[in-house]
């Protein structure tokens, strides 16, 4: 079993910064991806980016590319996800999950963490 639990969430103005972690444990050598994922007010869940174990190869979505960053700490026990630039159609709740099979079908989740961008 793999457990993840994020943090950094947060209110920015529109602009502004945060930097969203993901603790991950238990059965870490198992993953091979780990993904952050967000959730807004009347929109699907979409994977804004991820980071592939084996090479640190890196994934982003169109919207957040050139302002989101993820970087995987030592170990790669915990996994950060940098942004800036944010704008109002970047809030919604976070959530970091992790993957034994790729980018697409995860099989672990953290709880999310929320993030408000205010214009």
């Known amino acids: 079993q793999v457990q993840l639990v994020e943090s950094g969430g947060g209110s920015v103005q529109a602009g502004g910064s945060l930097r969203l972690s993901c603790e991950v444990s238990g059965s870490i050598h198992s993953l091979t991806y780990i993904g952050w994922f967000r959730e807004s007010p009347g929109k699907q869940r979409e994977a804004v980016a991820g980071?592939?174990?084996?090479?640190?190869?890196?994934w982003y979505a169109d919207s957040v590319k050139g302002r989101f960053t993820i970087s995987q700490g030592n170990f790669k026990r915990t996994v950060h996800l940098r942004m800036n630039g944010l704008k109002s159609e970047d809030t919604g709740m976070y959530y970091c999950a992790g993957s034994r099979r790729g980018r697409t079908d995860m099989d672990f989740w953290g709880r999310g963490t929320q993030v408000t961008v205010s214009s």
């Open positions: 980071s592939f174990s084996f090479n640190s190869q890196t």
